[in-house]
């Protein structure tokens, strides 16, 4: 091949990637706008599922809240087969609706794991609670190890036990607060 031959395809190729760029200059505009969008959808979407569970969380307590006030439906919620009164299933519909409103909390992102754990430690210190904690721990059993409720549920398994083992008063400085 000649010097004008290689100098011919070399326009060419010059010529060539000139006219990509171009191109991809040209389409930059769109593309940026394109990207912005699906971010904007992302976080119309997450927005959704955020409200979708608020929504969900003020229906769970709605419903414990009716099966509180009448006995009847606390029947239908009563998973310790009759083994508790009336009295003490709605004291046990109570204490899992103010553990599950600290769940959602921290699951919405407004208490860290930190405050969860300091929260759960001063309900700990109720007779009441720890008497649900003890009995529903067949039901947290059935949790998938890997979700985050099961993980909480874990570290507050671990939290009594330090709390039952401490030869302190001082409940306020047993066990070591997670990391985030």
């Known amino acids: 091949m000649s010097f004008r031959g290689l100098g011919a395809t070399a326009s060419a190729g010059i010529v060539l990637a000139a006219g990509a760029a171009v191109a991809m200059a040209a389409r930059w505009p769109t593309l940026h706008a394109l990207r912005t969008r699906i971010e904007h959808l992302e976080e119309a979407a997450q927005s959704q599922r ?3 569970f608020a929504h969900q969380q003020r229906l769970h307590w ?3 809240s009716k099966a509180m006030d009448d006995p009847e439906l606390a029947e239908v919620l009563d998973p310790y087969d009759g083994t508790v009164s009336p009295r003490k299933l709605r004291q046990f519909l109570f204490a899992n609706a103010l553990y599950t409103n600290a769940l959602s909390y ?3 992102g407004n208490m ?5 754990f300091g929260f759960t430690r001063s309900m700990l210190q109720n007779p009441v609670f720890r008497e649900y904690w003890y009995a529903s721990r067949p039901h947290r059993a059935t949790l998938a190890d890997s979700s985050e409720e099961a993980r909480l549920g ?3 398994d671990d ?3 330090q709390l039952e083992e401490a030869d302190t008063d001082e409940w306020w400085v047993v066990g070591e607060p ?3």
């Open 154 to 156: 874990h570290m507050v």
């Open 112 to 116: 860290s794991r930190e405050e969860f």
């Open 178 to 180: 997670p990391g985030e």
């Open 50 to 52: 955020r409200t979708n």
């Open 62 to 64: 709605e419903l414990l």
């Open 159 to 161: 939290l009594l036990a």
């Open 106 to 108: 921290h699951r919405m």
